[in-house]
């Protein structure tokens, strides 16, 4: 298993900005992606790249205004999010795993999660 620990998450006012980070130990996964939950709603996939920092997905909501990168050598994984709005309000995960980096699915490894406010 991978082990992954964010931070990086809190309150900010919309328009603002915020860096989620991610820590990863364990064993390399191919796929790194941030998801997140809104109360009510369900999990969505926000951004992911593959181990060669290429098949860069991001959803549709956050284009643009997002971005997701790699640091291998600080084995982190972080998620830019500019431009914030109050529906970016959410449980942001860090979330690993192998195979196919378009499908959610393959993503089984998880952090345990960091709130993010937009007001």
């Known amino acids: 298993h991978v082990q992954l620990v964010e931070s990086g998450g809190g309150s900010v006012q919309a328009g603002g900005s915020l860096r989620l980070s991610c820590k990863y130990s364990?064993?390399?996964?191919?796929?790194k992606g941030w998801f997140r939950q809104a109360p009510g709603k369900e999990r969505e996939r926000v951004a992911s790249?593959?181990?060669?920092?290429?098949?860069?997905y991001y959803a549709d909501s956050v284009k643009g205004r997002f971005t997701i990168s790699e640091e291998q050598w600080q084995s982190t994984v972080y998620l830019q999010m500019n431009s914030l709005k109050p529906e970016d309000t959410a449980i942001y995960y860090c979330a690993a795993g192998g195979g196919d980096c378009s499908f959610s699915v393959v993503y089984t490894d998880w952090g345990q999660g960091t709130q993010v406010t937009v007001s």
């Open positions: 364990g064993r390399s996964s191919r796929c």
């Open positions: 790249l593959d181990v060669f920092g290429e098949n860069t």
